[in-house]
């Protein structure tokens, strides 16, 4: 049951537990019928308010309650039906959190649905809140339903001051985190919780699913693998990932860095050697190859090797054997080599550079890593998991989160170091903000605050026709809108005085949704 999903999906946990503390509201889950789950396992968690309490207590106000979720449910999917095209958001999950309609008392019922392209399964929702502004109409509304019902609230103005209020802006926070939690519920209920992450890589973006599915494959192999991807983007994670998947889990993995030693010490790390083999050599020492033997054996940074190394690296891959420095002997060893690379080995082959035949024994099966700038969607679960590591390793535990100007400025800006990046920017803000648990811009590193303020890249060119003008003005218009709306496509369009339906058809024109399957994807820049 999605019930019991809920309760085992950690991510879904800490978002429950940062909406609880910073709220004090409760996330229910209602199936595709409108049936709230936990009601069906005789469990009732109220908002923190008197009405909402009062009126689960008693058996009318408790089918009231239900069904005002059955009817909220049944407007999201018809609007989910009625918008073309659909959008996507974490692991293709389509549609956007919104205020649907309100409750049998007159609250505002915020709900994320847990759809894909093909099917509605239900969705996350919030209620028992007020909004900002909302005064006496609202107040007249609830206390007019607990009246009907004869709810005994006791002091109705304290009780009213009582029921937490949020602003547009909270609410917008408060809808992101139900999304990217319908997201991980999607993932579960369709039996693919596996592509959320693969052993400790983690992201839903399409260009990761491809990633996944392909190490699915070579971890099941023992094929010699080269990954190659920018500095930062997790070769080592993925090479670890294959290990850790694959028939010689059990086995050592081993890894080493093939740029950070002169030719002759990686000569002795990799092969070993004999005691006496050189002056220093005062015993023998068994390499990294035979470290790993019958494990796996990671080589980065493999395309800054001389081609003295090339040649021994060829045989030990074509022989599985080697002689370690100052040996006579040859040693059998059975080892699975996974290389990976930042440079360009194809065109250094052509430059002549790395050897053509090492080259084709190392890529047997090829894996591009991409860049976080390509995968921008994932940020949001990177982030999470991020600061959920490090809260895990504080003294006192306490959750923090990124303000949605943040988060902007992450989507904005381009991440050269990649993942690695992101993890050392996350753990120097949560280090530089302190006690404070809502991390906003303040800290941020001053190449991404400058992000902040440069913008969408996009400007109007300087020829051209009035019309292609006008079309680049817009789009730039719409790309810093979505950013800086947090990608909430309902609230840009009020700003810009649109339908959401033609504020959608825009975004799809312009390509402005990168990965096409992102949560809140900055816009695309010129690079």
């Known amino acids: 049951m999605i019930a019991d999903t809920l309760d085992d999906l950690h991510l879904v946990q800490n978002l429950r537990g940062v909406i609880r503390r910073f709220w004090g509201l409760e996330v229910g889950f209602a199936d595709r019928r409108g049936q709230v789950a936990s009601h069906a396992r005789g469990v009732a968690v109220p908002p923190p308010n008197a009405w909402c309490k009062g009126s689960l207590a008693q058996a009318e106000g408790f089918q009231r309650c239900n069904r ?49 392209a093909t099917r509605f399964y239900g969705a996350l929702f919030v209620g028992g809140f007020r909004l900002t502004g909302q005064g006496d109409e609202l107040r007249r509304s609830v206390e007019r339903g607990g009246r009907l019902l004869r709810l005994d609230v006791g002091d109705a103005a304290q009780a009213w001051a009582a029921v937490p209020t949020l602003s547009t ?58 990954v190659i991807g920018e500095n930062g983007t997790g070769k080592e994670v993925i090479a670890r990932a294959i290990h850790e998947k694959g028939p010689r889990r059990d086995k050592p993995f081993i890894a080493t860095n093939c740029g950070a030693l002169a030719e002759n010490l990686l000569e002795s790390e990799l092969f070993g050697h004999v005691k006496g083999a050189f002056t220093g050599a005062i015993k023998d020492k068994p390499g990294l190859f035979l470290a790993a033997d019958t494990g796996t054996l990671f080589l980065d940074e493999v395309g800054d090797t001389t081609p003295a190394m090339q040649v021994k690296l060829l045989r030990v891959l ?69 600061l959920a590591a490090l809260r895990a390793r504080s003294a006192d535990g306490r959750p923090k989160r990124l303000t949605t100007e943040v988060m902007e400025a992450f989507y904005e800006y381009d991440w050269p170091g990649n993942v690695r990046q992101l993890e050392n920017e996350i753990e120097r803000l949560v280090v530089l903000s302190g006690d404070v648990p809502e991390i906003g811009p303040t800290f941020l590193s001053p190449a991404i605050r400058r992000s902040m303020t440069e913008g969408p890249s996009d400007a109007p060119p300087e020829r051209g026709t009035l019309e292609e003008a006008k079309r ?51 816009p695309r820049r010129g690079r």
């Open 68 to 116: 005002s979720v059955e009817e909220a449910t049944q407007v999201l999917e018809a609007e989910l039906r009625a918008e073309a095209p659909r959008p996507r958001g974490p692991a293709g999950i389509v549609g956007e959190a919104r205020i649907v309609q309100p409750c049998h008392l007159g609250f505002p019922v915020l709900m994320a649905p847990v759809a894909d």
């Open 169 to 226: 802006r909270e609410v917008d926070q408060l809808g992101y985190l139900l999304e990217v939690s319908a997201g991980e519920v999607l993932m579960a209920v369709r039996g693919q919780s596996e592509t959320a992450r693969f052993g400790d890589l983690i992201g839903s973006s399409e260009r990761m699913q491809q990633l996944y599915l392909m190490l699915g494959r070579v971890s099941k192999s023992d094929a010699t693998v080269l």
């Open 318 to 386: 074509q022989e599985g054997s080697f002689t370690p420095v100052g040996a006579t002997r040859p040693v059998d060893v059975d080892v699975r080599v996974i290389a990976a690379t930042n440079r360009p080995l194809a065109q250094m082959v052509e430059d002549g550079t790395f050897r053509e035949d090492l080259f084709y024994r190392l890529n047997v099966i090829g894996l591009e890593v991409p860049p976080l700038r390509d995968r921008k969607s994932d940020l949001p679960a990177l982030c999470e998991h991020f």
């Open 472 to 522: 680049s003005q817009e789009k730039k218009v719409i790309a810093a809108g979505l950013i800086r709306t947090n990608w909430n496509k309902s609230r840009l369009a009020k700003e810009l005085d649109m339908s959401r339906t033609t504020l959608i058809k825009k975004i799809k024109e312009f390509d402005l949704d990168p990965s096409g399957s992102s949560t809140r994807p900055g």
